[in-house]
């Protein structure tokens, strides 16, 4: 089509140029959206109409991600305390049952010093078989 009408201009001796002949061809635009050669593209109401509604929907879909993240870290810092609670409360039982057998040796420890005193007050000037008690208590404590 656009080599016959090329052609009839040219017979007829007015030559038209390149965009001469689109426009003759295809035609004027007629509204703002016109595309030449592939019509009139999408209406922006009808564009921005879609993407609003695509927007507000990737928007709803975002807070419900941003909400379960943070309910998710909200599970993820009780944990973290009750593992710390945990751990503080291994500990105090640890420390506690530490001082319960640190204070029953020392007391064993008094025990035995008081007893060991009272008999080196019994046996202080007794003879066995002509050697000092308190010869016998030394080597024993060796």
Known sequence: MM??????AALSGTPLSAEEL?????GESKTKNYIRGLGNGPKPSTYLSKSNSQSAARQDQLQKLQHELDLIREEQRREREDEKTQHEEEQRRHEEKYEEEKRRWEETQRRQDEERSILLKEMEGRRFNGVSCRMLVIDYED
């Not at 080599?3 to 009839?8: A, F, H, L, N, Q």
């Not at 689109?22 to 295809?26: E, P």
């Open 22 to 26: 689109s426009i003759k061809c295809l």
């Open 3 to 8: 080599v016959g009408i090329r052609d009839e």
